[in-house]
Each structure stands twice: as C-alpha cells, then as structure tokens.
C-alpha cells in the first residue's frame, strides 16, 4: 500500500484497459458507488464522501473522511518511514512518516496525497469491527492506480477546483501555486489535476510544462530533472502527439543548430545553474529540439523557464511540429 506521490499519468488512466481478473472488482465498484467506469465510481464515491463530511472548499479535512470511513483520523508518525506510508488494516490507522503532517513540512502536500491514497484503500473495507474486512473482490495492480485517482479527487474535487479558478483557463506557474496552496498539495498533484481541468481549453500553439528534479513514476528511480506534465495544445492531443510523458529524464532531447544536433536543451541547462537551490534569472530560448522516442520528431519551441521553487521549473510558451523521422536543418 506504499504510495509515492506520483498520480497516474494523464490520459493514461482513461485507457479502460483492465485485466481480465479485475473485471468483478471493477463491477463491484460501478454497483456500489454508480457510474460505467471505475474511474466514475471512484469519483461518484469520493464526492459522496467530500458531501458527507460537509467538504465543500480547499483544503479538504482528509481526517473528516477518515473518521466518515471509520479509520483514525490521526495519523501515527513512523521514523522509520520516510516515504509513502500504509494502512494498518489491524489498527484502523493511517502511518505516515514523522513530521510530515506538519504544514511546514516540506513533505505535507505528499503526505496529504499518501493519506488521501490510503483513504482510497479504507473505502474497499469495512472498519466496523478490526481488524477491518474487506468488501471488494480482489483486485491487482489497478488498486493502486485507483488509489491515486481517488487521492486526486479526495484532495481536489473537480467542481470545487474549477471554482477556485473562477475562470481563469490559462495554465500558469501563478494558478498552479495557487491550486498547490489553497488544496495543501504537492506541485506535482496540482499539476496533474491542472492539466485535467484546462486541457480541454488549451489554445493553438502554446506551450506548458512543470519540469522537477523527482524520481521516476511508481519505481522513484534516479533523481534527476524530469517531465512533471506538458500541456500541449488541442492540434497536437488530438493527433496523439506527445512531447514529453510524465516522469520522463530531459536529457534525451537534443537542439538542432547549424545543422548538427546537441544535447543541450536549455532547460536541461537551466536545471544544471542551479545552486544551492537557486536557479538562474528567467530567460526566454527560441529552439528546434528532438525528441527521439518513441518516434524521432522536431519541434520548434520558442519558450521561457521560470523557477517554479527549489527543485521545480515552470516552462511556458509556444509549440510547432516541424516534422517526423526525418533531419533537419536549423
Ligand atoms: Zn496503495
């Protein structure tokens, strides 16, 4: 039950694929809680929770769903944790690394989405009795991507998130502090949420991104800068085009200049000026880069990165797709 706050990546979790062997838990999930998809129950569920617990702006009491679903409300502190956390199905109770739910935490905002995704868990039990029995059938590895779906809709409700936005469509390092704020999440569940919400809305042409030095999605993996999200625009979505995908090292991109390829991605530079935390004065780069996987395309980005805090960079500009599989010249 081990949950780093790494939130399925976008798009991906609406594939509908499922496992043969899910397929009695996915409709347990749609008879209990309603809807046609896992992912319309799971949301059904928690705003049906967030309603109950009279949930209805940011940040959202995580412990008033806890005590609703018959858990602890208190988390116990672990020294021995210092990532994720579990659910102790014994105990009724949520175990969090020490500190973290401290809102100067550095670690807060992830330690509200691993309290959140274990909130997801609880909700396929009962906690009448303990050690608590578990309703759902058995279920493989889509429990945990159904977790973090869960942790995503427990902590940002769709509906109550388009209103903090109060119309502003635009993705920006300011609304992505805000929504990190105003929710008590990570910058990388923001941005998740964020890109959900304005994806449908993005323009022609621009150009999004929330870069970090993270590990890799659900292995950790190495620390170094990666893909967060990309907000692409429609004309790219909707032909599939990807520049990035979540989680993904920025150092495979190459600039194309005087004919030849480098690999030096400004912002893959940017990341390297950082010192002691700080990251170079905001400049803006008119490039054509390669990304050569899963398929070699260039694009032409002409962009500007601006620290976003210590560890992240937010990207903002415009994109073109100048070709596939072929060289070309700059
Ligand atoms: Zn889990």
Redesign the pocket.
Known sequence: ???PDTPNKPRASRSGLIAEADQPFVDWLCQRWGGSSWQEAVENHCRQLLHETDNNKGPISLARVAARLGIDPRPEANKEVTT?G??DLARGRIVLPEGSDRRLSPRYGRARFTYA??L??AMLYSFEKLPAVRLAPPCGEL??IL??HAASHLLMPRDVLMQELGGETVPSADLLRLVKERFEVSAVSAAIALHEVLSPHQKAGSFHMLSSLTGKHKTLGETKPRCVVCFLPPELREKGIEFLPSFKGLEHISRVANGQEYKTWSLVEFFSGRRGGYFPKPTTYNEVLVIPKPKRRVFHLQSSHRPFDSHSVWTSGTIALLGEDERIQA
Request: with cysteine.
């Open positions: 039950m081990d949950s994720g579990w659910l995704h274990e997801g868990h429990e945990e977790c973090n």
